[in-house]
Structures are given as C-alpha cells and as structure tokens.
C-alpha cells in the first residue's frame, strides 16, 4: 500500500493524551519543535483531533484557563485517511493541514502522513533529482495520447518519468486539456531537448513550457509557449 509506506508511524511520534491540561500540551509542543501534534485517548488508540501551538497562545493571551483540557481547543476531528484510502484521497483531504491523521483497517490511530512526505514522494515521481528537463505538454482527451507522446520522446532519450494534470480552464482555447509533465533524463543535451519539442509540437502537442533542472529555472514559461528565453534574448 503506497500510503502506508509514506506514513511515520505512532510510536514514533510525541502525542497528547485526552485529559491532559492546556498548560501541559503546551509544554509538550514547546518541548518538541511542533506547531500541533495529535491527541489520543487513554489508550494510544483513538484518535481525538489536533492541538495548535497557536491556538493555545491566543487562549493563554487573552486571559483563559490554562488548566483546561486539551480537547477544550482540539482541531481537525474529522480530517482523517483510512490506511487503505485511495491516494487521491489524501490531496482532497490533507489541503492546508501540516499532516493528516491515518486509522488502521479498525478505525485504530496508525500515524501521520506529512506534507513533506507526500512531496518528497512527488519528486521521487518526477524524478528532479536525476533529470534534465522537464517538459510540459499539451495535448487533448482523445484515447491514445499519452502513449504517443511517450513514443516520440523514446525514440531520442529514455523517458524518466511523467505527470499528467488538466490545463487550465479556458486556456489554449479550449482545445487542449491536459498538461503532462516529461522528466528527460540526465544526460539528455539541449539539441535532443529542443528536437523531442519539435517532433511534439508537429504531431499537435506543444510544448509550453521547459524547465532546465540542473539550472534550476524555467528555459521557456508557459506566459509564451514555444519561445525559449535564449532565443528571445538574442532577438534583442
């Protein structure tokens, strides 16, 4: 299962119990480093929700009981993933929170998957840390497209990995929806990269955008597709 490979584990964790008192919490967060750790029941298995850092400082600076339970300020009850959730799951519910709780097949606290998992994940996928470029093509729904694309660049580098996104709604005038990002490999020379562009764009795929990763910047933007910045440089 690709999410319980991603998720740190509850034994490696620091957590709050239930019935542990604001001021408490807040020393175990100063302690640790977090911003907001998980709250559990007596018995390590259910989980209750968050607590915030910063919501215990507003509490304590305007004057309220610190001696309060932990739950009086618990946030994200709900936001939680089950171990075996489809992983688009996780994008639809991890949204602006640092991690997202997981829960066994029993409903049991498992631990955390964090946001800095999740994309260490992501450029694994993308492979940035062994391409060259990064390719980002259009291309419209009809079946087959990706399977073609793939052909045109494999017949100059072996393809090192891709993602396929919509394009942007009302964009490109409405004729292509999907962008697909190709990571060419290391090695991959600016002539093959400009060639496996050209190949793309007279098979009705465009290229819009080109990211030169040993660079660490973008060598044609998608405010205008098909123009690489050196050459729009020399023509000044």
Known sequence: MLIKSLVIKKDYLTTVNEHATLEEALKILESSGYRC??????????????????????????????????????????????????????????????????????????????????LDMLSSAWNVKTGAYVLTVLSTNDSGNLAKMCKIIAKFVNLAGAMTLDAPTGQYNGKYVRRTLFTLPQGTSETQMKAICKKLKSKDFPVVAVEDLAAGMNIMSEEKPGVFLNEEINKH
């Open 37 to 118: 750790v998980p709250i559990l029941d007596d018995s390590g298995k259910i989980f209750r929700g968050n607590i915030y850092k910063m919501h215990i400082y507003r509490h304590k600076s305007q004057g309220g009981d610190m001696s309060l339970p932990v739950t009086y300020l618990l946030k994200n009850a709900t936001k939680t993933i089950k171990i075996n959730a489809p992983f688009f799951q996780v994008f639809f519910t991890i949204k602006d929170l640092p991690y997202i709780s997981v829960l066994d097949t029993d409903g049991s606290f498992y631990g955390i998957l964090t946001h800095a998992r999740l």
